[in-house]
């Protein structure tokens, strides 16, 4: 008899300790999506793995279109419990398809309302604007006599026949800001007219809101329509390249986090996403971005504008999220034929 009560209670310790370790996991392991550039994410995450060593952060990354599909095609049996960094055009198409639960992070009166949804329990928190740049390789540029652009209509000129690199708006979020920046600026018609002009001078699309400042970097197109902050980052580093602000106002989109609506919400995602706006978080942000959410004390980055705010177009994210679909959908059918293979 004592050597069965034995065999039942190590039987029973080992079932308990499973339990207790599937439950351990399901608490302190999250996955996360985003579309934040990858030689962000280690420096942004250290103070969370600081501050929360045991919970386990599963990322998941790539451009905003592929995050944005990805999301949209999960919407039945959800993977992500956050997303961290999504344009929040894209967290509005999700948003109108019911997959974001509404949460306020710890501090979220501290973020300016126009950055963040207006619901008490918002569904996005915006923690960074980023801006459409044109990036030139000014030592090419001089190579092919070529003038410098200050302007979306500058770059319509005979002499930079496909000498501009631009990302693709069904995969990049920088490409889909841009698209809508010409579309809200210039209204429908004179937009769409602009585009099939300056796509003669297109060499290339691409799939990544930031290659195109790389491959300006490198010499293969003079000009790349890209976001401000990866030219400036590159001039840093040495490349021939200068960040030009089109004179028009730039295309900006905010990255933003939400909480994914399913069946197991858990702590941790919402610890994720009040770190997500943290001061230590903020701070990172502003070595990259000249407007964060919540303001901090760092100087605009070298190379922006002084007044970053009025470089800003006036953007209607309800608007751009609306007909986001039907603007991908007429872009593509008008314009594919010149974008890089998918890998």
Avoid at 34 to 58: G, H, Q, R
Avoid at 77 to 82: G, I, R, S, T
Avoid at 211 to 231: D, M, W
Avoid at 243 to 272: M, Q, R, Y
């Amino acid at each position: 008899m004592k050597k069965w009560m034995l065999i039942f209670m190590s039987l029973l310790l080992i079932f308990l300790a499973a339990c207790s370790g599937g439950n351990a996991q399901s608490k302190d392991e999250i996955t996360v999506y985003t579309a934040l550039e990858d030689d962000m994410l280690d420096p942004y995450l250290s103070s969370f793995k600081e501050k929360y060593p045991d919970i386990k952060v599963n990322i998941v990354r790539d451009s905003t279109g592929v995050i944005t599909a990805k999301l949209l095609a999960e919407k039945d049996n959800p993977k992500a419990d956050v997303v961290w960094g999504l344009a929040a055009t894209s967290l509005l198409v999700a948003d109108q398809q019911g997959m974001l639960q509404g949460y306020a992070p710890k501090d979220a009166d501290r973020v300016e309302k126009a950055y963040k949804d207006d619901r008490e329990k918002p569904h996005w928190v915006g923690i960074d604007a980023w801006m459409t740049g044109i990036t030139v390789n000014t030592v090419e540029l001089k190579k092919q006599g070529l003038d410098m652009p200050k302007s979306y209509e500058d770059l319509l000129d005979p002499q930079y026949k496909d000498a501009i690199v631009m990302p693709n708006p069904a995969s990049s979020g920088t490409g889909f800001l841009t698209v809508s920046a010409f579309l809200q600026l210039m209204g429908e018609d004179k937009a769409w007219n602009y585009m099939d002009k300056l796509h003669h001078n297109i060499g290339l699309y691409t799939h990544s809101g930031s290659k195109p400042a790389k491959l300006a970097g490198q010499g293969e197109y003079p000009i790349g329509i890209s976001f401000g902050y990866r030219g400036i980052t590159q001039a840093d580093k040495g490349e021939p390249i200068k960040t030009i602000f089109p004179k028009e106002g730039s295309g900006w989109d905010l990255e933003a986090n939400a909480l994914v609506k399913k069946e197991n919400i858990k702590d941790s995602a919402k610890k994720f996403l009040d770190w997500a706006i943290s001061d230590e978080a903020m701070k990172e942000y502003s070595k990259n971005f000249a407007i964060t959410s919540v303001p901090t004390d760092k100087p605009v980055p070298e190379g922006f504008p002084d007044d970053t705010a009025a470089q800003l177009i006036d953007n209607d994210f309800e608007w751009a999220a609306k007909h986001r679909e039907e603007i991908l959908d007429k872009w593509s059918k008008k314009y594919e034929g010149k974008s890089e293979p998918k890998e």
